[in-house]
Every structure is written in C-alpha cells, then in structure tokens.
C-alpha cells in the first residue's frame, strides 16, 4: 500500500483479469448449497474462494463467511466502504491510475492480499457456527491453509460428524475425526448427495 507502483500493478492485474471474474458463474455445488439454505439445513458456509459464486447463487450474506474476502467488491482501506468494481476499472483504463475513495483513502479489491491479516469478524463468524453445527462438511479443499482447514476439526472434535469431499489427498485424510471420505468430483457427488437427502425430507 505504500507504492503507488505496486497500486498500478494490483489494478493492472485485475483489470486484464476482469472479464474471466465477471463471465464465471455458480455451478452444481453452489446451487445446491442454496438448496439446502431454502430447506433450512445451512448454518453457515465458510469459503476460502474469493470469486463471489455463493452470494452470485443465492446464499444469504447472513450464511455466508469469505474468509479470504471477494473480488465482487472494492474496499477502501481507510474507511472500510465497499463497492462495485466497475466503475472503478472503467476509471483505472482511462487514466491508469490507481482508484481512490471519495475519503481519499486506497482502493483494493475485497480479498486478503499476502501480508493481510484475515478480518477478525470473519474469523468469528466462523468459529462460532463450528461450535453450534451438528454436522461438518468439507466441500473440494485439500485442507491445508490454516485458519480456514482448522475449522472443520474444531467442529468434528465437538463428536459431530464430519465429511471430506475431494478428489486427490487432504490434510486431514485418515484424522480420526473425519467420518466419511469421499474421493471424487465434488460437482458430481454433493449435489445429488442433496437432491436425495431433500426427497427423502419430503
């Protein structure tokens, strides 16, 4: 944040990356995680993905944790405001310069960059629904970037069970925690996991 090089740079960056951040959009998992809020079976999704996909598919702020924040949003780093990338991107192609805030502070897009700590909130958010879930499930992560792999341990340690989808190897493959292991495309396997676990609800 102290060189204005560096500013450039992060924009010139997410400028050239723009067009593949705004095109992508929810798949199968996503969709049927809203799936489960409708049917009130989510208390919590914590994500470390920072291309915004659960809220784009419906997943309710209030169910929501990017620990590692969302590119579908700016955030000033003086007065914490967010905002819509565009118009901020538009201004950056026309005169390559890095944004500011109506307040004058910096401008960034809203992920934790390398040396950034984690947003505390968040961080509780987190913590808290890994002390009151009754089931944990553990959604395409190798499960190695600490804090977010300790939160599925630190609800499964509570005796819940606890279930890793993935394909290849995680961290916490054979913890004595984990309940079941799926290894697999998680696109195919959750969501029909979901469809049958709603039509037996039914």
């Known amino acids: 944040m102290k060189s204005e090089a560096a500013r450039v740079e992060h924009w010139d960056y997410k400028l050239e ?6 095109e ?15 049917a009130d079976k989510i208390l ?32 000033c780093q003086t007065c914490h405001r967010r905002g819509d990338p565009r118009p901020h991107l538009e201004s950056f192609r026309a005169n390559h310069r890095a944004p500011l805030c109506t307040c004058g502070g910096f401008l960034k897009f809203a992920t934790i960059s390398f040396g950034q700590t984690l947003d505390p909130d968040s961080l509780q958010r987190a913590s808290e629904a890994a002390t009151r879930s009754d089931l944990v499930v553990a959604l395409g992560s190798t499960l190695s970037v600490y804090p977010a792999s300790s939160l599925p341990l630190m609800a499964a340690q509570r005796g819940i069970p606890y279930v890793i989808i993935n394909r290849g190897v ?33």
Do not use: C, Y
């Open 44 to 75: 919590m999704v914590v994500t470390q993905n920072i291309d915004g996909l659960h809220s784009l598919a419906g997943t309710s702020r209030d169910r929501l944790v990017e620990l590692h924040g969302t590119n579908s949003l700016v955030e």
């Open 17 to 22: 990356a723009w067009s593949s951040i705004s």
């Open 24 to 38: 992508a959009q929810p798949n199968a998992v996503h969709r049927a995680i809203v799936q489960l809020e409708k």
């Open 170 to 202: 995680t961290d916490h493959d054979g913890d004595e925690s984990v309940s079941l292991r799926l290894d697999g495309d998680v696109a195919e396997i959750f969501p029909r996991a979901v469809d049958i676990a709603l039509r037996q609800k039914r």
